[in-house]
């Protein structure tokens, strides 16, 4: 397919319009949506981390922390970037759901929506070299309820996370936490994350 210089330029320009760019209004956005305190994390991010979700048509829907993504556009599996100086790896991804069944009474939170290691930075992109503890799950936020705050979290990778034997793939996706697993698993403080805000469909 040829493309114009216009178009080219105008769909980089949209690419760009949809990621995060700046670390700090990533911190501001999780600090307003009251993520670090719901996930009982320290969140002082150093990088960013690009999450883009595949689309049946048209180009990936990349997340920028806050932004509010159509419950059908979510079936994934998203594909992460890392912007910034962070070395080759390896890195955890994780994705957690702190809003379940609903925002106002989280009784079965968090929901585990992604845990993979073995993330290798491939010039940004990031390729994990193992198959993810727990496969994306698409949000299914219930009728009725408000929207949930998916978020997205980058490791670096600890010794303790391969000999880990506290989540596998059996385990309930059903009451996680992550600052818990982060903790146990020696993994410090996330270095990046972003966030989506899904509604029920
Ligand atoms: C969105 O919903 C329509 C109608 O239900 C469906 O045909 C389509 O496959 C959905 N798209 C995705 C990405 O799930
Ligand atoms: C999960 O359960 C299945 C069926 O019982 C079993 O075959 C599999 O080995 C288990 N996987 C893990 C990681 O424990
Ligand atoms: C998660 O674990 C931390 C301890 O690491 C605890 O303070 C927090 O209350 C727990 N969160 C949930 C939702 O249980």
Excluded: C, W
């Excluded at 910034?84 to 991804?93: A, C, L, R, S, T």
């Amino acid at each position: 397919m040829y493309l114009s210089p216009l178009a080219t330029i105008l769909a980089l320009a949209l690419f760009a319009a949809g990621q995060d760019v700046s670390i700090a209004a990533v911190d501001k956005a999780f600090d307003a949506a009251d993520l670090p305190t719901d996930l009982d994390i320290v969140f002082k991010p150093t990088a960013l981390l690009e999450v883009s979700l595949p689309q049946t048509t048209g180009p990936p829907i990349t997340l920028h922390a806050g932004i509010q993504v159509p419950r059908n556009d979510t079936a994934g599996p998203p594909t992460f970037h890392v912007v910034g100086n962070v070395g080759g790896g390896p890195f955890v991804v994780a994705a957690v759901d702190p809003d379940a069944p609903t925002p106002q009474d989280p009784t079965s939170a968090q929901i585990r929506h992604f845990l993979g290691g073995n993330f290798f930075n491939h010039g940004g992109l990031l390729v994990n070299s193992t198959p993810a503890i727990s496969e994306f799950r698409q949000p299914t936020p219930p009728a009725g309820s408000d929207a949930h705050r998916y978020t997205f979290l980058l490791f670096k990778q600890s010794p303790e996370f391969a000999t880990q034997t506290l989540v596998n793939a059996n385990t309930s996706v059903s009451l996680f936490n992550i600052s818990q697993f982060a903790t146990a698993v020696d993994l410090g403080n996330p270095i990046a994350g972003t966030f989506m805000l899904v509604a029920p469909a």
